[in-house]
């Protein structure tokens, strides 16, 4: 049997805190890195995605809690004997080096001989896709190809763990999904770990193997981005995953199942909350299908009455609101554009089963808008 092998090292974080005065910016947090795993820290604005990155890279220590890096405890160790590779949005090159010198600016550092030093420098720069520019300087270059630049030297002397925040955010959203799609592709030839940095539930998707949820200075979900998105365990989670409508209303329990009420109609979904919490229902909008007033429903699907109120035309398929009696909206995409206008009154239809019973949570809409 062959055992995989991996070249990067794996990180175990546990009750780790960090507070700035009073203010607590990480809340005990607990995450395990796997050896060569892709894993992407998400999460909005301030949530603390960054205080975590810097808290592996070494430039922030923690108020308490252990934090392990291939198995060594790196508490209070230096960034700079971590020999972690790390790249920010902003290029961060060196403006008065040519591409080459800048990419062996940290082999220099370790006093790495000069023929090794080329060798290495050619090898990470053809990895980026940049050799043709070794002689030119930062300024005579895009930022893509900047940012390509800062990747060769955070990986010019093979680190077993390579840290990125937000490295693409500056650039063009085309740019930006062709390097998502060459970060992936390094990853998958070096065997490294990467830790990743986004606010972009998108890119986190193309490129992770999983994904740890950031939501004020706690993880509330990590998992594959499929887990994420179809099964989250919590409203913020399944809000920030990706577009949704949220259905709430008076609600009674029977026999394993939820029903809720929304406007006079009612909806039933399996499955109880735990304890008192209020319950919500979570649907994606390519599970809902949009059905004329008159159309019969597909069976054992729940059925509400609406308006539509905006018809977006997406040109792979077609995106609507809907009102629904309650007055809250519903979003619905569609693959094929179907015959529906503004203003026409339809029923949204959808199985039971695609709905994910959530508990309510005001903080997960306040956080988000
Ligand atoms: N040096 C500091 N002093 C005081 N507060 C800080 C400091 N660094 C970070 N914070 C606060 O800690 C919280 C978490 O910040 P962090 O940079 O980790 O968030 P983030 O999720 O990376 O957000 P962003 O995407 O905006 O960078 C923020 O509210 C921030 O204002």
């Known amino acids: ?86 790249v920010f949005q902003h290029y961060a090159l060196f403006p008065h080096m040519t591409v080459a010198r800048n990419v062996a600016y940290p082999l220099k550092l370790r006093s790495m001989r000069k023929s090794e030093r080329e060798s290495r420098v050619a090898r990470a720069l053809a990895m980026v896709k940049m050799t043709d520019f070794a002689h030119r300087y930062p300024s005579e270059l895009s930022g893509g190809q900047q940012q390509r630049v800062a990747l060769a030297r955070a990986l010019v002397f093979d680190p077993p763990l390579l840290l990125m925040d937000e490295p693409l955010g500056a650039l063009d959203k085309k740019l930006r999904e062709w390097l998502q799609l060459e970060i992936k592709r390094i990853h998958r030839e070096l065997g490294t770990t990467f830790v990743y940095v986004t606010h972009d539930q998108e890119e986190a998707l193309v490129l992770s193997d999983r994904i740890a949820v950031f939501n004020q200075g706690r993880i509330e979900q990590i998992g594959t981005g499929r887990e994420l998105y179809e099964t989250p365990k919590t409203l913020f989670v399944g809000r920030f995953m990706g577009e949704s409508s949220v259905l709430r209303g008076a609600f009674s329990v029977a026999n394993g199942k939820t029903t809720l009420s929304i406007g006079e109609q009612q909806v039933t979904v399996p499955g109880v909350l735990a304890g008192k919490q209020k319950p919500v229902l979570l649907l994606r909008p390519e599970k809902l299908r949009l059905l004329h007033r008159h159309e019969t429903a597909p069976a054992n699907c729940n059925v509400l009455d609406g308006q539509i109120v905006e018809c977006i035309y997406l040109g792979s398929g077609a995106k609507y609101e809907v009102r629904l009696k309650d007055d809250s909206i519903a979003i619905v995409r569609s693959s094929e554009e179907g015959d529906f206008a503004r203003g026409d009154k339809v029923q949204i239809a959808f199985a039971a089963e695609d709905a994910r019973l959530l508990a309510d949570d005001e903080r997960a809409e306040m956080t988000l808008t």
């Open 1 to 86: 049997m062959m055992t995989e092998t991996h070249r990067g090292a794996a990180i175990a974080i546990s009750q780790t805190s960090k507070r700035y005065a009073d203010f607590v910016a990480l809340d005990a947090i607990d995450l395990d890195i796997k050896a060569g795993e892709f894993m992407t820290l998400l999460g909005p604005s301030g949530s603390g995605k960054t205080t975590t990155l810097n808290l592996i890279a070494g430039f922030t220590e923690p108020d308490g809690g252990r934090l392990t890096i291939g198995g060594q405890n790196v508490l209070g160790l230096p960034a700079h004997k971590r020999g972690i590779g790390v």
